[in-house]
């Protein structure tokens, strides 16, 4: 069975930061796209960043020059370092990641953490 499993999330204040892991296990043949999507209360599930296999990143505009996605391929990990955060950063962070078992590709999702930006 294939698993997202995060960690990272937290309270924070205003002007704060907080760095988002997620690492996958399980048995598959390899990853390719791995991203960051969040859900704030009422809204939708929008994407935060993505990295692709060739290392290129996309933002979404609200985060750029705040949020940098990497990850490490040795440990099949994505990494969101979030600085600068603002209220309206407060949502649900889930990784997600493209995954080959045997021949297609599928979108997983991880369980979601929790960041909450406040004084």
């Known amino acids: 069975q294939v698993e997202l499993v995060e960690s990272g999330g937290g309270l924070v204040q205003p002007g704060g930061s907080l760095r988002l892991s997620c690492a996958a296990s399980?048995?598959?043949?390899?990853?390719?796209?791995m991203g960051w999507y969040r859900q704030a209360p009422g809204k939708q599930r929008e994407l935060v960043a993505v990295i692709r296999n060739s290392g290129g990143a996309n933002y979404a505009d609200s985060v750029k020059g705040r949020f940098t996605i990497s990850k490490d391929p040795a440990k099949d990990a994505v990494y969101l370092q979030m600085n600068n955060l603002k209220p309206e950063d407060t949502a649900v962070y889930y990784c997600n990641a493209d995954i080959r078992l045997v021949v297609a590709l599928r979108p997983y999702w991880g369980q979601g953490t929790q960041v909450t930006v406040s004084s």
């Open positions: 399980g048995r598959y043949l390899s990853i390719n796209n």
